[in-house]
T-cell receptor
């Protein structure tokens, strides 16, 4: 199983709503990532979890709150978002974090297209 | 700091022909990994091919090959026998020890395959 799943595929939320994005992998990977991607731009790293601990936070606003309940699951809790937060949110996983070899290739999920109204 | 440069915002290729997507990189690390990803309009990023900085041979994966020229710091992706399904955005990325845990991405190249 080389799949990363993400739910929901699409999400429309108001600026006062609270919602969560979910990501799951069953490849035994111990590093998981959240990226934000605007149209026709490269993905921007938001958070990295390594062995279920937050290892990188790229100065993301607190209205985004990540959570890693176990080694297979990654959540992104959303609260009081702004319209400029509308984007494709990609989850990825890799065998481990921090390496440069081929086993550190990232497997990406299909993404959640978020629209904030 | 690491930097990836993809100078071709858009490329066109005729079906069944080969195409080269350019990627140059900058890093002071001696050990690093270079990756190419494909992103169709559906959004999912698909890993295509990997080249390690110490690999002596160019990487190949099916119709994909990587033309690695270390001295020139270039890692161009070659797609042979293009297919309509190859139309997508292509990103070159790098991982290096001084940027541990992070991939540096280029701005991407949009490839359109014409029938």
């Amino acid at each position: 199983d080389t799949e990363v799943t993400q739910t929901p595929k699409h999400l429309v939320m108001g600026m006062t709503n609270k919602k969560s994005l979910k990501c799951e992998q069953h490849m035994g990977h111990r590093a998981m990532y959240w990226y934000k991607q605007k149209a026709k731009k490269p993905p921007e790293l938001m958070f990295v979890y390594s062995y279920e601990k937050l290892s990188i936070n790229e100065s993301v606003p607190s209205r985004f709150s990540p959570e890693c309940p176990n080694s297979s699951l990654l959540n992104l809790h959303l609260h009081a978002l702004q319209p400029e937060d509308s984007a494709l949110y990609l989850c990825a996983s890799s065998l481990r974090g921090g390496g440069t070899g081929s086993s550190y290739e990232q497997y990406f999920g299909p993404g959640t297209r978020l629209t904030v109204t | 700091a690491q930097k990836i440069t993809q100078t071709q915002p858009g490329m066109f290729v005729q079906e069944k022909e080969a195409v080269t997507l350019d990627c140059t990189y900058d890093t002071s690390d001696q050990s690093y990994g270079l990756f190419w990803y494909k992103q169709p309009s559906s959004g999912e990023m698909i890993f295509l091919i990997y080249q390690g900085s110490y690999d002596e041979q160019n990487a190949t994966e099916g119709r994909y090959s990587l033309n690695f020229q270390k001295a020139r710091k270039s890692a161009n992706l070659v797609i042979s026998a293009s297919q309509l399904g190859d139309s997508a955005m292509y990103f070159c990325a790098m991982r290096a020890p001084t940027n541990a845990g992070k991939s540096t991405f280029g701005d991407g190249t949009t490839l359109t395959v014409k029938p």
